[in-house]
């Protein structure tokens, strides 16, 4: 048996890196995902999504993070990301071409000097027509990625049609778009993030379908060569409750092409789990796994701040998933500014204030219940079994 672990969204707020560089005189991410360790210690394969630029020093105003819907992060972080025994990284999402062409590039090679594997974007032609193939114990796991889109209505980046190779992306990307809203954390007017889902007349667009197409063709390979195919596309709205039309015709898509469990992120709050009509599991979003609450773009009440931490079991004479379980983190700012991530179950049993484990427990039945699908009253404890 070999167990393949699925996290979610690794941010690096501008919040995270004043703190740790207030504290250290350095960006230093120490600790920011040691309460994983544990968690994943007899994972075979760790997959997340690194949703931010990476960048190398002299650190300036022009490669570090400095707005909310732009970033950009110091490569050490990637020490991090490998101390806490996460072993690939998905690369394309909405933020990454924050830093243009080269701010992609650059993440790339840092994320190779790491050790760390990745796939979703490119450095070369070649690189983006092959498929990610790991071997896992006697199994061969193909990773495949994509996103909707990469904020270029924000950012302003656009990829010209003979650099279009560089991300998998599902769809076209989005024109340039300017609009002021109040963040929750900050109060102060800023561009606007799209928090709506991608629109269903997206679907039929002729020039959406040739994004699709090819992912869908890398699932396609992926099938002759994997014994597991991991669909991980970055797709969904902004703290939407609930996963909105287009991304069920994107997951119904990859279930089609043959993904054999499919992961999503980018809604940056958990949602639902199910079984598909063929049998396949999809998670909707897992959720921020770390990230720095009450800043930037954070609503109340969605619980953003907790995250999935998601187990799947494969047989490996069978080649099928055989169980399922999850953990759920929690991400708390420290006295010193620094954000951490921790297991729910341990932080509610180290907690004393009384008014703090209730709310601590409500708000774990609510990630946990909405994730599984449960009805269920429970204090927390550390790994639940969906199957």
Not at 43 to 50: E, F, P
Not at 237 to 242: F, K
Not at 245 to 271: C, M, Q, W
Not at 350 to 371: A, W
């Amino acid at each position: 048996m070999i167990k393949l672990s699925f996290l979610g969204d690794i941010m690096c707020l501008k919040a995270q890196n004043d703190a740790v560089m207030k504290k250290h005189g350095e960006y230093r991410y120490d600790g920011y995902l040691s309460g994983l360790a544990p968690l994943l210690k007899d994972s075979n394969y760790v997959i997340a999504n690194l949703e931010s630029p990476i960048m190398r020093s002299p650190y300036t105003q022009d490669n570090i993070t400095q707005s909310d819907v732009c970033f950009a992060t110091p490569s050490s972080l990637l020490d991090e990301v490998k101390a806490a025994g996460i072993d690939f990284v998905a690369t394309c999402n909405n933020h990454c071409l924050d830093r243009g062409v080269d701010g992609l590039s650059e993440t790339l090679r840092c994320i190779k000097a790491a050790g760390i594997d990745c796939s979703g974007s490119y450095l070369t032609v070649g690189d983006s027509e092959k498929v990610f193939v790991k071997q896992v114990g006697t199994l061969k796991v193909a990773v495949i990625c994509c996103t909707f889109g990469t904020n270029s209505q924000l950012n302003g980046v656009f990829l010209n049609e003979d650099e279009q190779w560089r991300i998998d992306l599902t769809k076209k990307q989005q024109k340039l778009l300017k609009l002021e809203f109040k963040t929750s954390g900050e109060g102060k007017s800023i561009e606007k993030y799209i928090s709506d889902d991608v629109s269903p007349a997206a679907i039929t667009n002729s020039k959406n379908q040739v994004f699709l197409e090819r992912v869908l063709e890398k699932v396609h390979k992926a099938k002759e060569v994997a014994d597991i195919v991991v669909a991980y596309p970055h797709v969904g709205g902004q703290y939407n409750p609930s996963p909105g039309f287009y991304t069920r015709f994107i997951i119904d898509s990859l279930k089609e092409a043959g993904a054999d469990i499919i992961v999503a992120n980018h809604p940056h709050t958990s949602l639902r789990c199910e079984r598909l009509d063929n049998g396949v599991f999809c998670a909707y979003a897992l959720g921020n796994l770390a990230f720095t609450p009450d800043v930037g773009f954070f609503l109340d009440n969605v619980l953003a701040e907790f995250g999935i931490v998601l187990h799947s079991y494969w047989d490996e004479s069978t080649k099928r998933l055989i169980k399922l379980t999850f953990n759920v983190t929690r991400c708390m700012i420290g006295e010193d500014g620094i954000t951490r991530v921790v297991e729910v179950s341990e932080l509610y049993n180290r907690l004393t204030n009384k008014s703090e484990r209730e709310r601590l427990m409500i708000d774990n039945e609510s990630v946990v219940n909405r994730f599984a699908g449960w009805a269920k009253s429970f204090e927390p404890y550390k790994e639940y079994v969906i199957f």
